[in-house]
């Protein structure tokens, strides 16, 4: 027992110092690497990635000498991201906040109140650069070790803003801001659907913003809620960075799934649309998983994105977008063998693997604090407003994370996958597996002459028989199981047995 400890000690070893990808990194654009399935995304809320929660309560207490998440600070973690196989990272918003009808005692990343600066929650006070440097430092680090930096646009305005620029917000009868669906904490932007672009001065302030981020190096630009934006508006913001940085990168907040406008008073421009303006990827439709009991649904998402994808002249692409920061967590739909299921889902299908802070790490997202009266607060809201099993945006809160590092261990495995068999998982075919059985999910990707071979029982409770034919394999064919946690069998070409609720198989053919 002792020696297969240390065997297993020694792989997770060499698989953390050895989570390198290719030397293209250092030369590739995050936009090429995106486009042909290379960006490894980890989404990132600063104000809380590094927090120093001492006396363990969930928040922040500036009062008690503990520290939030800053530019500098988070410094710290990248070579841990590294080692996880993250070579993107995401950050939700770094604009300023509101703090009028602000929900939460910090106000939300997405209640923008200012265009042309970086929030200053996120700026370290002992530190002697100017906000703009405290930003570009943090972007430098990240390049240091071939990590790449996509920055967070949010679609809306702060109260706060409206109250200096109402003429930028589309207003009620009686002059007041309209608020879109229920983001109650921020005002509609007004946008003209015309060549001419107007409200010009929106467009103006979302120029500058663009140039901001280029000038303190950012990789690119994830869009939320992109499709509350007209094609003619994204079509020229977007010609208008490609003239500055010609691969710098669009992400659209996107899916199938959204078909109606998010607000009735706001537009709807739909995924294939943003695609055609000139976005580089979408989120596609993941998050369903949750919803998704039979390889039928999985395999229809995936050969849809697909042939959506090669309509394009220009190579585009998606996330796996299985759990975002708007997705309760899955360790809460489904438990910690759910989340494995997404780790091997995200590291094998033809797509950008995605994560979001805490995830790895085994975070419920559960904070003792929700909606309770806070003992201080820096927005106009006296509670701890938070969204329940999603990590918290709205509250200087603890660093995300558990006691466990299960999924951290899992990650490490499949990523070393990923990084060995990296031609055949990037721009090998889609192959769905046939099985007698719906329950299970079974693909192969496939390239030349090499394999990766998927194999997860769907069924979170029950186990259930596999009985599934594997292509191309040979005599003298070399096979190599990755991960087998199931009493099942490879017999010639077929892969048999039962496999316990959520188990998975994994295995490469050479």
């Known amino acids: 027992m002792a020696v297969k400890k240390l065997f297993i000690s020694l792989i997770l070893f060499f698989l953390c110092s050895g989570m390198v990808y290719s030397a293209d990194e250092t030369t590739k654009s995050l936009r090429e690497m995106f486009q042909n399935n290379e960006a490894v995304i980890y989404s990132v809320n600063l104000r809380t990635f590094n927090a120093d929660d001492k006396n363990g309560n969930g928040i922040i207490e500036f009062s008690n000498g ?27 918003p770094i ?32 530190s002697d650069l100017s906000p703009k440097e405290q930003a570009k430092f943090f972007i430098d680090e990240c390049h240091k070790r071939n990590i790449k930096v996509i920055v967070d646009l949010p679609s809306c305005g702060a109260y706060d803003l409206f109250i200096n620029r109402p003429d930028l917000f ?31 001065d929106i467009f ?3 120029k500058f913003f663009v140039s901001y981020m280029i000038s303190i190096g950012a990789d690119g630009i994830r869009a ?52 055609e303006a000139g976005f580089d990827g979408y989120y596609g439709n993941y998050f369903e998983l949750k919803n998704w009991d039979t390889m039928e649904k999985l395999t229809e998402s995936v050969l849809s994105h697909q042939n959506v994808l090669k309509k394009y002249p220009e190579k585009k692409s998606v996330i796996g977008s ?58 106009d809201d006296e509670y701890y407003y938070v969204h329940q099993g999603q990590i918290d945006i709205f ?52 390239l030349n002459k090499k394999s990766v071979v998927v194999i997860i029982n769907r069924n979170l409770v029950n186990s259930e028989n596999v009985n599934v034919n594997i292509k191309n394999i040979k005599i003298k064919s070399k096979i190599n199981f990755i991960k087998q946690d199931t009493a099942t069998q490879l017999n010639k070409s077929k892969y048999t047995g039962k496999m316990k609720p959520a188990s998975i198989v994994v295995f490469t053919i050479e």
Do not use: C
């Not at 589309?170 to 409200?199: C, H, K, M």
């Not at 406008?261 to 943003?274: M, R, V």
């Open 95 to 126: 604009t300023p906040v509101g703090k009028i009808k602000a929900l939460g005692t910090a106000g939300s990343l997405y209640a923008l109140s200012d265009f042309t600066t970086v929030n200053p929650q996120l700026l370290d006070p002992n």
């Open 224 to 275: 939320d809620v992109a499709t509350i934006k007209p094609f003619i508006f994204w079509k020229e913001l977007i010609k208008f960075a490609r003239e500055k940085n010609p691969n710098f990168f669009f992400l659209a907040e996107a899916s199938e799934s959204w078909t109606t406008p998010a607000s009735e008073k706001g537009y709807f421009t739909d995924y294939k649309k943003l695609l």
């Open 204 to 206: 103006s302030l979302h």
């Open 395 to 446: 509250n200087f809160s603890r660093k995300p994370g558990s006691d466990t590092n299960i999924l951290i261990d899992e990650q490490k495995i499949a990523m070393e996958l990923r990084r060995q068999f990296n031609d055949v998982i990037t721009s090998g075919k889609f192959i769905p597996l046939n099985s007698d059985n719906s329950k299970i999910f079974a693909y192969q990707r496939m």
């Open 322 to 379: 299985f759990e975002t920061h708007d997705v309760v967590s899955p360790l809460l739909t489904g438990g910690e063998n759910f989340s494995k299921i997404i780790i091997w889902l995200n590291a094998t299908l033809p797509l950008n693997p995605y994560y979001v802070d805490g995830f790895l790490q085994a975070d419920d997202y559960i904070y003792d604090y929700s909606n309770k009266k806070a003992a201080e607060t820096y927005t």
């Open 66 to 92: 503990e520290t939030s998440g800053s530019f500098i600070n988070a410094v710290e973690r990248l070579d841990e991201l590294k080692a996880l196989g993250i070579n993107t990272i995401h950050l939700l």
């Open 170 to 200: 589309v207003q009620n009868e009686d002059g007041t801001p309209y608020v879109p669906a229920d983001w109650f904490d921020v005002r509609l932007f007004s946008i003209d659907n015309s060549p001419r672009l107007l409200n010009s």
